[in-house]
């Protein structure tokens, strides 16, 4: 164990790895294509590629894979053997360069929303220069995954990540021009950054196992509340318990191994739930290690005899998880474009590029929203647990004073660092942060970067930081067009964050996110509340959204038209599972507990009956009690499964949305009252499903 930093890197091709195999040219091509300014020639990718298989071989690979994302959240892979055979029965290790540049996967069954059809099922896997290839060990060999970009025969995105690569490439672009605007002469690249905070539930493997829900849908479909839940606060930050030490040390060095810089780890909110999170890194790599992350802690998990649970909400009444999504741009030469600096005041390239995002946030919330929106999210948004799914920015008191004072000529003061002396001499005096965290905000500026909080646990970060990236990068163009178009910068400035913040201000809100009040307040300021997905959803089709997408190049019309349908199937397809799965677990398991406890009780009166009605009174209210929750039981599975058929007789696609957010949803939380009803009076001899109680507090 004491070794255990040491392994890190050994399973990730790194370009230091490269670097020491390929000749110097072959380098500095592959790192001129890397940021887009000449294409890699066939030879030198062959060169790369033996450089690549040599280093993987020796690991012990005898695979390879073309890893992508396509629109599942999830991760692909399809493998290939190193193995050719020569002609004269002797077999050699090879892997051309056109194999590491290019895959065609027959790909006609992933989510397309209609692009495809599968007599042109012919999909592309296309290496990311950007990303690093890297092995995976199991116990029985040893694979190279290469990350790689999805695309159709005709060249339309299919994927997570060319969205990605191309809002990467957009926003670099335009916060260069703004930077040249500004008076910077040395910055040759701006990137896009990335630091993402993954939450999860552990459950024991053996209990986990007897939950169809746990096992089909990922989250519990039923399960009355435990005594105690998260309310003595005694499980964020406590003490971690070995069983869950032992799986996370094993998760570092997993990570490790893989170049993936695991710093923090702890226990959050809710009973057996945790985070784990990495230092950031440039986006399109920090999005591969989270699917990498997910992964590893699924994988570890069930070698200690546990399930990690990604989804947004397991348990009702208790947190669900999310994925904070840390953002910021930052250049080649080290500069943090939203650090403030010691004086933020007169930090004009700071104020400007945060004018931006408050400008884009504004005018191009739904982008935001629509990429959190996934019926495993809509759990989570709004329950006081997680930002609403009102779209608002937190600033802190001293930057939103600051800009007020410049937009609207004030002069108020602005609340400076101040030290705080605890009066304890042991306890040295900190300088306090001006403004407080403020973690009820669903985009909070929190120091030198953007928080961005909404987006569900088993989401990949991708989706929400092309969001961002093009948004924000729609704005820094109209910005560099001023600056590049001004006679007095100094003035330009002046009159970009006066107007970003007299006309964008609503979309500033630094009070707390989950009260009563702030739902009111957001009405009044005309900001949006979708708490559904079916709607959240829609608004990709909104003509500014369309229009954005494709001025900037992020999506043509019809990839995002097919991507509206690919997600709005996914979305009924998951209600759809879950009614079934509740209906399938209350037929088998659920009803004939409470018939045989029904029974037994039935007995029980009859036996005791002989020495008086007072003896069975109690018995049979509880008897009565059982019984009508039979009968409810089987009233609200009737209904939900004609409500199934509902759905899947709707043609179209949207009404269909519509109607499983109201049939399935409603139908699905109708039946779990008398099901949880029973669950709480039934003999737990008899009680066929492992509960709150043993999944929250047992492992
Ligand atoms: P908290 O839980 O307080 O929000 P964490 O330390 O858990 O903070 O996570 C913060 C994340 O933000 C880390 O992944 C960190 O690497 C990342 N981060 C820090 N600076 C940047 C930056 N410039 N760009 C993107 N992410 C960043
Ligand atoms: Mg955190």
Redesign the pocket.
Known sequence: MENAMKVFGENVFTESNLKKRVPKEVFKEFQASQLGQTELSKASAEVIANAIKDWATKRGATHYCHWFQPLTDLTAEKHDSFLEPTGDKDIIYKFSGSSLIKGEPDASSFPNGGVRSTFEARGYTIWDTSSYPFIRENKNGVTLYIPTAFISFTGLALDKKVPLLRTMKYVHQQALRVLKGLGNTTSKHVFN?????QEYFLVSKEMFEKRDDLLLTGRTLVGAPAPKGQELSDHYFGKIKDKVINFMSDVDVELWKLGIPS??RHNEVAPNQFEV????SIANLASDQNQIIMETIEKIALKHGLVALLHEKPFAGVNGSGK?N???L?TDDGI?LFSPGKDPKTNTQFLVFVSAVIEAVDRYYPMLRTATATATNDHRLGGHEAPPAIISIFLGDELTTILENIALGKNSPVAEASQLNLSVDVLPTLSMDAGDRNRTSPFAF?G??F?FRMPGSSSTPASSAAAINAMVGKVLSEYADKLENSTNIDETVQEIITNAYKNHSRIIFNGNGYSEEWIEEAKRRGLSNDTSSNIALRKMLDPEILELAEEIGMYSKIELAARYNAYAERYITQLSIEAKTLIDMVNKLILPAGIKYADLLATHIEKNAKYGEEFVKEQEELLKDVLSNISEIRKETKSLAEKVELVKNEEDVTKQTDLAREELNTGLEKLRVPCDNLEKVVDSSIWPLPTYKDLLFKL
């Open positions: 950054t990335l630091g993402v905070e710093k923090t999170a990495p230092l950031f904070h840390n953002w910021s930052g943090n929190t030198n970067k928080e």
